[in-house]
């Protein structure tokens, strides 16, 4: 067991905020495979202060995907601060908000905001200690070990936020100029935990079982977060606390139960946006189900080219043998 402030963990998982994936209905059904925690996408902070209606569904949730937190990213501590406040108006039972420092993406860090945050750590402490201030409710943030290969200051920034009285880490062992490309370099991470006041998260390419032990066994991580890899793949949420629970690894599912699987996430994406838009935003995901299977590739083609409706959907699985 593990803490963020005073709330309980039980397990290794916590489910990565994905622009474009993070949505209730996924954040729901990664949660019936094992997942401890879960983050909401990220947020803007001028979206909630601007009213934006897109940005405000963001924090749609149900009761079935706590412990969750609220994933906020912005450049001004006073604006983070009051989209924090909107949140608590807006939400029940916030269980933590989690702050972006970790996005390396350019329409958000050339705003000054997610990774970029790592160039100007004093203000990433700021915020820290401004969302403090106006509730006891836990804050964590999300970094990477830097800007690039020249700008490494992951330790610094850590010890900066433990000062702030973050509650706790999440780190992906990459810089921000090296976006998702290439191995992420745990080795530079390692014992980190044992460094450190406040519990540590863990990611970057978290793909296997394999993946998750080698991580938590190089850094004394008290959880990994699964991204990407868990796309398509909610099984590998079971294995990872089975294994750390017994010790045992259970095996990969088999083509039915994919199938199964992705009918079912498919079915929540039509609840939470209509069946149009639902079956368009799933057609990325609903080719994941399948990679690595023999013969998919006419699968995943069809599934991105020709996936509109759930009926649609049953016909492509059900020609796929």
Known sequence: ?????????NGKVMLAPMAGYTCSAYRRFMKKFGVDVCVTEMVSDMGLIYGNKETFSYLNATDEEYP???????????NI?????ICLKTMKNISFFDI???CPVCKVTKTGAGSALLKNPEILY??????????????????????????????????????????????????????????PHYELIKDLRLKMKVPLIVSGNIFTLDDAINALEITKADAVMVARGGVGNPNLITQINHYFKT???????????QKQYCLELAKGFKEEYGEEAGMRIFR????????????S???RTNLVQKLDSLETLEKILNDYN
């Open 297 to 299: 590739k006419e699968l």
């Open 126 to 183: 700021e915020m820290v200690r401004e969302i403090k201030k106006i509730t006891d409710i836990p804050v964590t943030v999300k970094i990477r070990l830097g800007w690039d290969n020249n700008h490494i200051n992951f330790l610094e920034v850590i010890k900066g936020l433990e000062e702030a009285n973050v509650d706790a880490i999440g780190i992906h062992a990459r810089t921000t100029k090296e976006l998702y490309s290439g191995l």
């Open 1 to 9: 067991m593990w803490k963020i402030g005073n709330l309980e963990i």
């Open 81 to 85: 601060a009051k989209a924090a406040l």
């Open 68 to 78: 969750l937190g609220v994933q906020l990213f912005g450049h001004d501590p006073k």
């Open 247 to 257: 010790g045992e690894r259970l095996p990969d599912k088999d083509l039915e139960t």
């Open 100 to 102: 972006n420092a970790g």
């Open 284 to 295: 990325s995901i609903a080719l994941k189900f399948f990679q690595g299977f023999p013969n």
